[in-house]
């Protein structure tokens, strides 16, 4: 099925902030490995990531949320199994609350269901712009095979009707088997059962088959699904074919849905043909790609999925997914997150929109805590989009918090560009933050309360560009 009419207007990309040195975990199992992988920190998910994928996309396709009426996201594993997942991303992305799409998971094959359901929509006249984001940050098992294949990271696309780079044929195979899973009720990624079996009765022939079917020229540039790291190779010996994808699967691991797109990202930079292959739940499916010229945010995407990250220990992982957690106690937040306060303000907390007084022209956030003015007292507001970008008024960092906080944990005070005053937490460990430095605000995942994901903003330290193309402030981590 043909798809010339819909074409990508920018793309951007993102990977889990820290690096994992796949020997640790080799060692701690008794092995030998070599190699790394992009990991989750411990305020990521597959929602932060995406959000940092989205916020890059918008921003090179020229593109306000406001001017997108669809949103569509893949990923193996929702932040919720049952809930509000597609509705908290929006509000952090502030679309419009009409906005149309559709949450794809429970599979690396969802990153491609939600691409071609977002074309398909915008073949069909429902929406004109599309925001479509494939993201992953699995659980895997512990000690099993996924724990050195599995990495981090998010790809992000705007879709309309037109664009230097069109969606155009597709082929679809699948197969009754099993490969990874996760079953009811449980918390972590299982592997397929037999490796070999795997490998030359469900994914090497399903993925083949797809893959021809396309029919695709011998020029075209494949970005092929690699779940050990070499059955790419198998696939593209037995297809003829050219795969673009090894360098990203080799420094950043399995991005689970977000990994057909991610392999091919470097070729939209130039004209050719490119085409992608996903894998996942018994599913292959294979799309190919026209592009007459570079990509908006191409090159600032293939940059995030190169980005060098920071180290993390194999044990610190596993604090950080959970696996591993220390006996004692553990503050639970006042409040309950399904409460009225998380009710009411969930859209201005998360969309980071405050009140300006009409009065004294003081921004208060979030608006639901205060309901008069903080400077002058009075009650009567408009609401007013915050800025992301500032700088650091003050800030202290706290050596030491009980769980599930992690220190050390920096709080900022910032002066936001549009002359409001707020204070987050820092990103990580703080690096780069100190007074007077440009900072950016940046969607995290705070803490998991009563199995509900609790996500608000973050301060890190932004690259600020000086004439001559330096850069003056530090880059964010």
């Known amino acids: 099925m043909g798809q010339g009419d819909v074409g990508i207007v920018g793309i951007g990309a993102a990977l889990g902030a820290r690096r994992l040195d796949l020997a640790d975990v080799a060692a701690a199992w008794g092995r030998s490995g070599r190699g790394s992988l992009a990991v989750a920190d411990t305020d990521e998910d597959p929602l932060t990531l995406g959000w940092d ?197 080799r420094h950043a691991g399995d991005l689970g849905a977000a990994a057909a797109f991610a392999g091919l990202i470097d070729t939209l930079a130039e004209p050719g043909v490119s085409a992608l292959c996903a894998f996942g739940g018994g599913r292959s499916t294979a799309v190919e790609i026209a592009v007459t010229a570079a990509v908006p945010g191409v090159v600032a995407a293939s940059a995030a999925l190169g980005s060098a990250g920071r180290p993390i220990g194999y044990a610190e992982l596993l604090r950080a997914r959970g696996q591993l957690v220390a006996s004692g106690e553990r503050v639970e937040m006042a409040v309950p997150p399904g409460s009225a306060m998380f009710v009411r303000d969930n859209r201005t907390v998360l969309g980071l929109i405050g009140a300006r007084c009409d009065n004294c022209g003081a921004v208060n956030f979030p608006p639901g805590v205060h309901p008069t003015c903080t400077t002058c007292g009075g009650d009567k507001f408009t609401e007013s989009e915050l800025s992301r970008t500032g ?43 100190e007074i007077g430095a440009p900072v950016e605000l940046v969607l995290r995942r705070y803490t998991i309360e009563r199995g509900v994901p609790i996500y608000g903003w973050k301060v890190r330290a932004r690259a600020v560009a000086v004439d001559g193309g330096g850069v003056e402030a530090g880059v964010a981590s």
């Not at 706290?398 to 050390?408: E, K």
Request: charged share 20%.
């Open 53 to 249: 994928a989205a916020v890059a996309a918008l921003d090179a396709a020229r593109v306000p949320p406001g001017e997108i009426d669809g949103l569509w996201w893949g990923t193996t594993r929702a932040p919720f199994a049952e809930g509000p997942s597609w509705v908290h991303l929006a509000a952090t992305l502030r679309l419009g609350d009409s906005v149309v799409g559709a949450l794809c998971c429970g599979s690396p094959h969802s990153g491609v269901e939600a691409l071609l359901a977002a074309a398909d929509a915008i073949a069909t006249g429902t929406v004109e712009r599309a925001l479509v984001i494939m993201s992953d940050a699995p659980r895997p098992g512990l000690g099993s095979g996924a724990e050195i294949a599995l990495g981090a990271g998010a790809v992000a696309v705007v879709l309309s009707h037109a664009g230097p780079a069109k969606l155009a044929q597709r082929a679809t195979r699948w197969i009754t088997a099993l490969d990874r899973y996760r079953g009811d009720l449980e918390t972590d990624t299982r592997e397929s059962y037999d490796g070999r079996l795997f490998r030359e009765e469900v994914f090497v022939p399903t993925v083949s088959a797809c893959a021809s079917a396309l029919d695709a020229g011998a020029e075209t540039r494949w970005s092929l699904p690699d779940p050990d790291g070499r059955l790419a190779a198998v696939v593209a010996k037995r297809l003829g074919a050219t795969v673009v994808s090894t360098a990203t699967r």
């Open 391 to 433: 700088t650091v008024q003050t800030f202290v960092i706290n050596q030491t918090m009980p769980a599930p906080f992690v220190a050390p944990l920096p709080l900022v005070c910032v002066d936001l560009d549009d002359g409001s005053r707020v204070m987050f937490q820092g990103q990580g460990p703080g690096d780069g933050i």
